[in-house]
C-alpha cells in the first residue's frame, strides 16, 4: 500500500503515555471465560452502551467521555512508531473519502471520529477500553480505540500486520462509525433487546462494517494506493477474526448461534463486496442476511 507519513493527524488522542495504565486488564482470551465469552461482553458493552466487563470485575466506574491528549511523553520504537504514522494516514485519508462519499451514497454529511491510541487500558464513553478487547468503536463518544500490542494478538490468530491488513482493522471501526452517523448503530441496538436477535443483528452490524471498510478501499484501489498482494493480506486478517475461525482455535469447536461478528467466509465476503463494488448502498447486509453477499 501506498502511503506518505506526514505526523499525527489533528483527530488522534494519543493517551499512551498516561501513567496508571498497568494491571487489572484481561489477558488475551483469559478471566475464565475464554475469549468467545469476552467478545460476547465486548459486543453487549458496546451496542448497548453498559458495561458488560463490569462483571468480570474490570471496567467498573462510571462511563466518560475522553478528550485529553497524551499526560507524558510517548516511549516507543522505531516500528510502533511507523504504526501510528499508518494508521494517521488511513484515518485522515478514510475520513476524507467519506466526508466526500457519504453524502453522494447515502445523502448524510459526515462527521470526523477520533482515534485513540493507548497501552493496556484507558477510559472510553462506552466504560474501560482493555487491550483484551481489541480495536473497538464507542458510539457515545464517537471514538475509535486502538492499543498497538494488538497486532501480536492478531497474528496469534493467523494474522498478518503488512500496511493494509492494518488499515482494514481501522476502516472496519470506522465503518462502524458511518453506521452510528446514519442511524443503523441505533437500529441494531433497538433489537438486541430481543434476546432471540442479538446473534443475528450484532453479526449483521459487523459484517456491513466490513463492508464499508472495502468501500473505503475501493477508492484506495482506483486511486493506484494497493499493490497485488494488498487485498490477499487484508483478506487473511478478515479471515483471522471471522468467528468460526477463533471458535476452533478456542474449543475446537463450532456454535453459529453464539457467533457476533460472523465466519470468516462471511467476513471477507462482505470486505470483498465493498472492495468491488464502491459503493455503501450494496453493504446492507441487514436487508440480505449474513450470507448475502453470495446473491
Known sequence: MEWTPGGMSNDVEDRRGDSGGGGGFLPFGGGGLGIIGVIVLVVLSLVTGHNFLGLLGVGGGTPQTQTRQSSGPVQESADEHRDTQLLSFVLDDAQKFWTEDLPQQMGRPYRHAKLVLFRNQTQ????????????????????????????????????????????????????????????????????????????????????????????????????????????QEALKNAAAVGDDHIQKMERGTVSPESWTHGSSAERQGWFSRGMTTGDARQCNTFQAGPDGYQQ
Open 124 to 231: 472510553s464513553g462506552c466504560g474501560a477500553a482493555q487491550e483484551a478487547t481489541g480495536p473497538f468503536y464507542c458510539p457515545e463518544d464517537e471514538r475509535v480505540y486502538i492499543d498497538l500490542d494488538f497486532w501480536d494478538d492478531l497474528k496469534r490468530l493467523g494474522g498478518n500486520t503488512a500496511d493494509f491488513s492494518q488499515a482494514y482493522v481501522l476502516a472496519h471501526e470506522l465503518g462502524h462509525h458511518v453506521q452510528n452517523i446514519l442511524g443503523i448503530e441505533q437500529k441494531a441496538q433497538q433489537m438486541m433487546q430481543d434476546r432471540s436477535q442479538r446473534s443475528r443483528a450484532s453479526v449483521e452490524l459487523e459484517l456491513q462494517a466490513d463492508c464499508f471498510a472495502g468501500v473505503w478501499g475501493h477508492s484506495m484501489q482506483q486511486r493506484g494506493k494497493l499493490d497485488p498482494d494488498d487485498l
